[in-house]
């Protein structure tokens, strides 16, 4: 009995030295919610299907992307002109980069520690220096770039023009668009095949998927949706994941409130995952047994079961979601890593959930940049 006394004592001494360390940033599991119109996020925690906390962003917060090791959460908001920087830890703004007008979008290079973001208004893709906290580069663009997805190795970014529906490969080392192709109408998200050789693009009022082979940087195919007793002007695919082992797609179809299940190597529509009332942004969790997909007009995030294929609960949300991220990866956590992380979920005081949107001050001190 003396020896589980001290050793709980020990334990709670370490979750208490992790905890005001940032230690326990990574993998805490909690689900982070854009909410465009209410200028917060919503960070849920699914076990408990509860939300630990309303966070309080610069105005308009839509895209979001951890750096590596989910110790920070950047967050593009288009009314500010910025992306702020939350610390996963203590799930606070701690930092907050300038950008062009506008941003909705961007992509991370931790490699070559560069941001992308796509300048709708100035028709070019600005190029951010991750440790200067400057615009260094403009890159030039057709009209009205929205989205963008850098290569794996970071040279290379492409970036998705809704005016013209182009795909733009850009040397990311040299700053030029090497060559373009053309999509269906409004291209929007991107998701790589795991193994390299496919990009997917999902195409929102054109309602299909075009794939680009990526080392010949060609249209491959396309996959055009059609849930049964939907409208077709409803079917605008957003959002789309991969599974790591290639095999499967899930696609958000908008208005259609619909998530296609999709074949990527026969690229066959093998069927659809009714979806609340407008299904827009989805996340995968790291061991790709849930898909939380977010519902814009309904208000919630709903639970889906991947094996099954369907529907196994909602979280409300009392605010209007748009992206959804996971933090979240397969295999991070062991042993004492296990425990401070049950530990971290029940000290309810830090993440009491509130109802008021006032978490930060209108005046709050200038925000200090965390280091590299």
């Not at 296609?260 to 979806?275: E, M, S, W």
Request: charged share 25%.
């Amino acid at each position: 009995m003396r020896m589980l006394r001290l050793l709980t004592f020990g334990l709670v001494i370490a979750f208490l030295t992790a905890l005001a360390s940032g230690g326990l940033a990574g993998n805490t599991g909690l689900i982070f919610v854009s909410s465009e119109q209410t200028n917060s996020l919503v960070i849920v925690d699914p076990e408990q299907k509860r939300i630990v906390k309303y966070l309080k962003t610069s105005r308009r917060p839509r895209d979001m992307h951890f750096n590596t090791d989910h110790t920070y959460l950047y967050v593009a908001c288009g009314g500010d002109d910025a992306i702020d920087i939350i610390d996963v830890a203590k799930l606070e703004v701690v930092g907050r980069l300038f950008t062009a007008s506008n941003p909705r979008a961007f992509g991370i290079s931790e490699k070559q520690r560069r941001i992308y973001v796509p300048n709708p208004e100035g028709s070019s893709l600005s190029v951010i220096d991750m440790d200067q906290h400057v615009i260094i580069q403009e890159v030039p663009t057709s009209a009205g770039p929205e989205e963008v997805f850098v290569s794996e190795d970071g040279h290379f970014v492409y970036v998705a023009s809704e005016v013209g529906d182009f795909i733009h490969l850009v040397d990311a080392d040299r700053g030029y668009v090497v060559e373009s192709v053309v999509v269906g109408t409004r291209p929007r998200r991107f998701a790589a095949t795991s193994d390299g050789k496919e990009l997917w693009v999902s195409s929102e009022l054109s309602g299909e998927v075009y794939i680009i082979e990526r080392e010949k940087f060609m249209i491959a195919g396309k996959i055009k949706f059609l849930p049964p007793g939907v409208r077709e002007i409803d079917v605008t695919p957003v959002d789309l994941v991969i599974t790591k082992d290639g095999k499967t797609a899930y696609v958000t179809l908008g208005y259609a409130a619909r998530v296609a299940v999709v074949d990527v190597q026969t690229r066959k529509v093998r069927g659809y995952i009714p979806i609340g009332l407008r299904s827009s942004g989805l996340a995968m969790t790291g061991d790709e047994k849930t898909l939380y997909v977010a519902d814009s007009l309904g208000g919630a995030i709903h639970v889906v079961d991947v094996n099954g294929h369907k529907v196994t609960g909602s979280i409300p949300l009392d605010r209007t979601p748009s992206g959804v991220v996971i933090d979240d990866s397969p295999g991070r956590r062991t042993g004492v890593g296990r425990v401070l992380h049950h530990l971290l979920r029940t000290r309810v005081p830090a993440f009491a959930a509130t109802t008021d949107n006032r978490l930060v001050p209108e005046d709050r001190a200038p925000l200090q940049f965390p280091a590299r």
